[in-house]
């Protein structure tokens, strides 16, 4: 089963800074991995598909980029409705997996 | 506009069978894949199985033995079995769907979810 990594667990910011957020495949999953954002008592919202691809409606400030093994979701200036968790999801590898979280919140 | 809602139980008997159905509405169920993935309170998700609109399953390894998704689409629905429960099977469990994107698939609709505690 594939693990992914993500890092930091926690990270503290303002609003207006820059946020890049890491997650790592212990193998590669090639591009097949997404990012989700999660709000208190909200389900997920798919932000980024495919690695580097925003899906529908989701704001330019948000980017993911990397391949095989080590990814990076990166907002780059913090938005007060941008303060969530944000978890990766990689289907390269069966069975699917999803990262631990990294908490964005606001310093 | 695409929406889930998932129904079911919040309470059940450890040892007992969970039941869940997710009913969608404003789209057609054909040509996609359904998922479970439920998230323990203050936790992280796990994605749970999934089932084709044809009825092809697929299921996480450790819950196998114990986990069936089924699928109606004449009602637009799909559902969930969770048998011998116990309370590490206490989650917010949440209904899914995988969209298309260049023949590759990914999580694009989400039910609100619904919370499930076993207790006795």
């Known amino acids: 089963e594939i693990v992914l990594t993500q890092s930091p667990a926690t990270l503290s910011l303002s609003p207006g800074e820059r946020a890049t957020l890491s997650c790592r495949a212990s193998q590669s999953v090639s591009s097949y991995l997404a990012w989700y954002q999660q709000k208190p008592g909200q389900a997920p919202r798919l932000l980024i598909y495919d690695a580097s691809n925003r899906a529908t409606g989701i704001p330019a400030r948000f980017s993911g980029s990397g391949s095989g093994t080590d990814f990076t979701l990166t907002i780059s200036s913090l938005e007060p409705e941008d303060f969530a968790v944000y978890y990766c999801h990689q289907r390269g590898n069966w069975p699917e997996t999803f990262g631990g979280g990294t908490k964005v919140e606001i310093k | 506009q695409v929406q889930l809602q998932e129904s079911g139980p919040g309470l059940v008997k450890p040892s007992e069978t969970l039941s869940l159905t997710c009913t969608v509405s404003g789209g057609s169920m054909t040509g996609y894949y359904w998922s479970w993935i439920r998230q323990p309170p203050g936790k992280g998700l796990e994605w749970l199985g999934h089932?084709?609109?044809?009825?092809?399953?697929d299921y996480i390894p450790s819950l196998k033995s114990r986990l069936t998704v089924s699928v109606d689409t004449s009602k637009n629905q799909f559902s969930l079995r969770l048998s011998s429960v116990t309370a590490a099977d206490s989650a917010v469990y949440y209904c899914?769907?995988?969209?298309?994107?260049?023949?590759?698939?990914?999580?694009?609709?989400w039910g609100q979810g619904t919370l499930v505690t076993v207790s006795s």
């Open positions: 089932i084709y609109y044809s009825g092809s399953t």
């Open positions: 899914a769907r995988f969209g298309s994107y260049s023949s590759r698939w990914f999580l694009d609709y």
